[in-house]
């Protein structure tokens, strides 16, 4: 089975601070992203990286920065935490050829107070 | 580009009764996937089903099976039989076939399966 990890399922910062997200998968898949779910807005793409130190851009990038120095592994940073960052953040792996599903982290739930 | 509607943002069923939610999208393309996504609460999202649209023959899955209608553009899920574990929030997603970095989602419908 795929599995995909992410570093914590609660984190609560403070305004201002520099937060790492970090989300680790085990099978070898070449594309990983990092999505916020809001309640009725559903998932919305910040980033997505299609192989190691490549990165494309989602819909709402801004306050948003990812890192990937290795295949398994794409990290979210947020430069400078604001309360309108508050969210739950998922990450999610796909391979890059076949029947195009995603398989998901369990989720961060962050709280910038 | 593309979108993905959930009109229903909450719904509830009995329990062994059938429920169908609605996902309705909208595309210019003609080769693309479906999906129906399902998170429980405070756990991970899992794919539940998955249907693609140059496939005529809609998908089932056990208890789950979709309503494909292409010409519409709507692909509605029906759950037989629901059990308490299927109480979660579902999402529909769209993605293209030339891009599978470009999934997009509907804003979730909300099942509860009452005793």
């Known amino acids: 089975d795929v599995k995909v990890t992410q570093s914590s399922r609660y984190l609560v910062k403070r305004t201002g601070e520099k937060v790492f997200l970090e989300c680790v998968q085990d099978?070898?898949?070449?594309?990983m992203f990092w999505y916020r779910q809001d309640p009725g807005l559903g998932l919305r793409l910040i980033y997505f990286s299609y192989d190691v130190k490549m990165k494309e851009k989602g819909d709402i990038p801004e306050g948003y920065s990812v890192s990937r120095e290795k295949k398994e592994r794409f990290s979210l940073i947020l430069e400078s935490a604001s309360t309108n960052q508050t969210s739950m953040y998922l990450c999610a792996s796909s391979s890059g050829q076949g029947l195009r599903e995603q398989y998901f982290g369990p989720g961060t739930r962050l709280t910038v107070t | 580009a593309q979108t993905v509607t959930q009109s229903q943002p909450e719904m509830s069923v009995q329990e062994a009764e059938t429920v169908t939610l609605s996902c309705t999208y909208d595309?210019?393309?003609?080769?693309?996937?479906l999906f129906w996504y399902k998170q429980p609460p405070s756990r991970q999202m899992i794919l539940v089903i998955r249907?693609?649209?140059?496939?005529?023959q809609n998908a089932t899955e056990n208890r789950f099976s979709v309503n494909f209608q292409k010409a519409a553009k709507s692909f509605s899920l029906k759950i037989s039989d629901s059990q308490l574990g299927d109480t979660a929030m579902y999402f529909c997603a769209f993605t293209p076939s030339y891009n599978n970095n470009d999934m997009r989602f509907g804003a979730g419908t909300r099942l509860t399966v009452k005793p």
């Open positions: 099978m070898d898949h070449e594309n």
């Open positions: 595309t210019s393309e003609n080769n693309y996937y």
């Open positions: 249907q693609e649209a140059y496939k005529q």
